[in-house]
């Protein structure tokens, strides 16, 4: 496949009239190839939408390089710029211009067919709003009038920054249908949100970002593979023997009144086996794999605590790697967080994973 | 070519753009109507009678001229007692019938000094449309939009700035030929043309395309400073700033300090020049006679459209370049 969006090494300061140097990009790669829905997914402030902007002109890097549909960006982005559509961050338009004219004007400006323009706003259910003012439209609404935007050029890559703000569930649902269409269709897209689950649904390739440095990438199998512990959780009659049967066979085991939760199994039926001899028979062995949500909690270093209010600043600083981006690989990077971690925070992995109000007890 | 279509139609639905184009059509026809109400149709008598006081007074004039010659030639002596020193100097214009119509709109006579109306309302309408046309562009997005459909920033900048010149340009060209056209109308209907010929024409067609100049240069400030401070605020707080603070205060220090040309400092002189063609002004250096007795004269300079045209230029384009030299680097967060 060929790469579609290709950074590397890409650095971005913003300097304020007085303070020091805020770095929003610090040596930051992403690969997404032809025909990906890729994730871009990091904390706030962790540099996704400079990352954007810069890919698009809007910012201007101090180092690295960007090619975005095979051509050196920004330099050739006037080039390319009829083959992709992009949003970026919050939706703006003139609030006195009706839908249809807000769209209108860039078909014109873009010298994209008039036509066009209701195609778009019966895709992305707009058609009957569309000669209402924007000013009179809804956060949800607006968005789907910058997704529109992004699409009425037809584009081969889609850049989607937040799709999914302000849209209530009926519009998140069709915003991943029409994702998962335009990726059916060929379009690669580039999606950033906070929705993890809606990126585990429609994404299969993911860039975790955070403190502007990549923390890992790959297709979303290899991400969660990578956090894979071989946790399951089992349900017998008697949690007593049975904890102490799985220990004395070498694995971990965590007691919860109702069930137990085993680590490092690679074959569940040996797990089995070895109760069952005993004459303890399995009421449930499940294996607890775990979601994007708990990685990107655990890669970013930004699990919540009850009363430890999370601050922006306080995710995971990776460390750069020593070779180049070698591609859609999966690669943990994780370094120091921000501030000295105490051990306090325990890593949330794993979709059955404990609750903090109900506690188990490690064997 | 498509970029200049959107543009002048994105230009041409904004209601800042509609508003002010209402109020510059309002302050038009204020204009005229207080002009037709405080004007009246001279009756045929009326005029008769001018035409006689005219008559009355060439004749006046020419036997005072006459006498003031021969007094210079029969008696140098006492000359100078009742008579100035050249007798030509005095009767300088012929008396014309408009002179003895009262209360009668005089296209003629008035319309030159109508025109800096025309101008002041256009220059208003271009400064405030040109900043507000950018500043809400940038402000609301709209230009992080365009800049997703058409990455390249000066390009952009540019058709904006002269989307927004010849929308301005053409604009200013209608409403002043409805402004000459209405008060020629006037003076048709409800006054008095006046003497319309080659040399008054000639003058209201300098001012009106000095005027029209005059506007545009205003607008692409208007804009600049707009882009400069991102904001639309950003060019009306500079305007009433360098008005209050430079043109109002920085003059009364110049005065205080005796500064000896402070008028060559302020823009509103230049703009002046420009417009009325030259400015004699006064300077802060006394020129007094050899004698105790002689009147100290202020010493007068002339500020001519040229120079006027070039700082005038130069402030423009600084400002104008600025802004594009500021767009081009500037990181759109």
Not at chain 2, 223 to 252: D, N, P, Q, S
Request: aromatic content about 8%.
């Amino acid at each position: 496949m060929s790469a579609v969006i290709e950074i590397h090494g890409l650095r971005k300061s913003f300097r304020p009239l007085r303070g020091a140097p805020r770095v929003a990009l610090d040596g930051f790669d992403m690969l997404v190839e032809a025909g990906q829905v890729h994730g871009f997914l990091g904390p706030n402030g962790s540099g996704k939408t400079t990352t954007l902007r810069t890919l698009l002109g809007l910012v201007q890097a101090d180092a690295g390089s960007m090619r975005v549909l095979g051509e050196p960006a920004p330099e050739r982005l006037p080039v390319v710029a009829p083959r992709f559509g992009a949003i970026v961050e919050s939706p703006q338009f003139f609030g006195n211009f009706t839908g249809r004219r807000t769209l209108r004007l860039l078909a014109t400006a873009g010298g994209v067919e008039p036509a066009r323009v209701d195609e778009v706003l019966e895709r992305v259910g707009l058609r009957d709003r569309a000669d209402d003012r924007v000013k009179g439209y809804s956060l949800g609404m607006k968005q789907r009038l910058a997704v529109a935007s992004a699409l009425l050029k037809s584009p081969e890559l889609l850049i989607l920054d937040e799709p999914a703000n302000g849209l209530d569930p009926a519009g998140i649902r069709e915003m991943r249908d029409l994702v998962r269409d335009l990726a059916s269709s060929g379009v690669t897209v580039l999606v950033s949100s906070h929705i993890l689950a809606e990126i585990e649904l429609i994404c299969d390739h993911v860039t975790i970002i955070s403190r502007g440095r990549r923390v890992t990438a790959g297709t979303v199998g290899e991400v969660l593979a990578g956090f894979d512990r071989g946790e399951y959780l089992v349900r017998v009659d008697d949690h007593d023997r049975a904890t102490g049967l799985i220990t004395a066979a070498g694995h971990d085991v965590v007691t919860y009144p109702d069930r137990l939760v085993v680590s490092g199994v690679t074959d569940p039926a040996a797990l089995s086996r070895i109760l069952g001899e005993q004459d303890l028979w399995v009421r449930e062995l499940t294996p607890l794999t775990p979601d994007l949500e708990s990685v990107f909690l655990e890669l970013t270093g930004t699990v919540p605590h009850p009363g430890i209010p999370q601050q922006v600043d306080d995710s995971v600083l990776p460390q750069h790697t020593a070779t180049a981006y070698d591609g859609p690989v999966a690669q943990i990077e994780l370094g120091s967080t921000a501030e000295p971690d105490d051990g306090a925070r325990p890593a949330a992995i794993g979709a059955g994973a404990p609750a903090t109000t109900d506690e188990g007890t490690k064997a | 070519m498509n970029l200049i279509q959107a543009e002048l139609e994105r230009l041409g639905a904004r209601r800042f753009v509609q508003l002010m184009l209402a109020l510059l059509v309002v302050a038009f026809a204020v204009t005229v109507v207080t002009t037709v109400a405080g004007s009246r149709q001279p009756t045929a008598g009326e005029v008769e009678r001018a035409r006689v006081e005219v008559q009355q007074q060439i004749d006046t004039n020419e036997r005072w001229l006459r006498e003031c010659r021969e007094s210079r030639e029969e008696d140098p002596q006492n000359f100078r007692s009742r008579y100035p020193v050249d007798c030509d100097e005095v009767f300088t214009r012929t008396p014309q019938i408009e002179d003895y119509l009262t209360g009668v709109f005089v296209f003629e006579r008035q319309m030159p000094g109508l025109i800096y109306f025309l101008i002041t309302f256009l220059a208003l309408f271009g400064f405030l449309v040109g900043a507000s046309y950018i500043g809400a562009d940038l402000n609301s997005g709209g230009m992080t939009n365009l800049l997703l459909w058409r990455p390249q920033r000066l390009t952009v900048l540019g058709t904006k700035l002269g989307s927004l010149l010849g929308a301005v340009l053409g604009l200013s060209i209608v409403s002043s030929v409805l402004y000459l056209g209405a008060f020629w109308l006037v003076g048709q209907a409800r006054g008095y043309p006046g003497i319309l010929d080659a040399d008054f024409w000639n003058t209201i067609l300098t001012t009106t395309v000095r005027g029209w100049f005059l506007t545009l240069m205003v607008t692409a400030l208007g804009f600049a400073i707009a882009v400069l401070g991102r904001h639309t605020a950003a060019a009306l707080g500079v305007l009433a700033g360098y008005a209050v603070i430079w043109e109002g205060g920085g003059r009364i220090v110049m005065e205080i300090i005796d500064a000896p040309r402070p008028d060559v400092l302020m823009l509103s002189t230049y703009v002046g020049a420009w417009v009325l063609g030259q400015l004699h002004l006064s300077d802060q250096n006394f020129d007094c006679g050899p004698s105790l007795a002689d009147f100290c004269q202020p010493t007068q300079y002339v500020l001519s459209w040229p120079a006027a045209l070039l700082v005038l230029l130069v402030v423009v384009g600084a400002f104008v370049a600025g802004a594009f030299a500021n767009f081009r680097k500037r990181d759109l967060v």
